[in-house]
Every structure is written in structure tokens, then in C-alpha cells.
């Protein structure tokens, strides 16, 4: 049984930083595509970066040079840290995982393309 634990979320002033973490059991991490969506109220969920099983990253334009993905191997854990919040960054984050070693670039990438979902943790950043 498949199980991707999201944790670290929090409410944040903005130009502050969080780092989320999304732990995985039956599911090893290294061998697939992983990604970090989020879905703000009203909106529909949208890619906000992912990671090659080589550990190859990319990100949305919204959040380049702001948030970094991550992951530990041993651990079996994916991380964002993110940097520089803004208020338009409030949304549940969920991290995914792929059934593929690559990855669709998060601009071109849709919910389907992942198989595993964690129960989103939510980030509240106020101006």
C-alpha cells in the first residue's frame, strides 16, 4: 500500500520561507517522477515542480528561482523549499508521484500523469 505523507505547511508572512516534506512508504522514491501541484480555492490544481528520478528538476515560471525540489534517496522523502513567499503563493500543496522515471515540465503537466497523491498540507502566506 502506497503512501505519500505531506508535512510542513504552515501561515507565513510574506517574504518568509517554508520547507514542506512529503514522505513515501511502498513507493520508492528514486525510481519515478515526482511533483508538487497546488490548488487555490476556486482554482484548478497546477504544477509546481518536478523531479527526475536522475534528479533532474523543473519548475512553473511562477515559482522559478524561488522554490527548489528536492528529495532524499535514503530517506525516501521529496522536499520544497520555498522562499520568498507571496501572498499568491496560498494553496493546499500536494506532492505526487509518477509511474515513469521522467517528467512532463510542470507548465505541461496535468494530474494524470501521477499516480500517488498525499493529502495535501496547507501553506497561508499574508501580505
Known amino acids: 500500500q502506497v503512501q505519500l505523507v505531506e508535512s510542513g505547511g504552515g501561515s507565513v508572512q510574506a517574504g518568509g520561507s517554508l520547507r514542506l516534506s512529503c514522505a513515501a512508504s511502498?513507493?520508492?522514491?528514486?525510481?519515478?517522477?515526482l511533483g508538487w501541484f497546488r490548488q487555490a480555492p476556486g482554482k484548478e490544481r497546477e504544477g509546481v515542480a518536478t523531479i527526475d528520478s536522475d534528479g533532474s528538476a523543473n519548475y512553473a515560471d511562477a515559482v522559478k528561482g524561488r522554490f527548489t525540489i528536492s528529495k532524499d534517496n535514503a530517506k525516501n522523502t521529496l522536499y520544497l523549499q520555498m522562499n520568498s513567499l507571496k501572498p499568491e503563493d496560498t494553496a493546499m500543496y500536494y506532492c505526487?508521484?509518477?509511474?515513469?522515471?521522467?517528467?512532463?515540465?510542470?507548465?505541461?503537466?496535468?494530474?494524470?500523469?501521477?499516480?500517488?497523491w498525499g493529502q495535501g498540507t496547507q501553506v497561508t502566506v499574508s501580505s
Open positions: 505526487a508521484g509518477g509511474a515513469n522515471w521522467w517528467c512532463i515540465h510542470p507548465s505541461l503537466v496535468s494530474i494524470t500523469d501521477f499516480i500517488y
Open positions: 511502498g513507493y520508492t522514491l528514486s525510481s519515478y517522477c
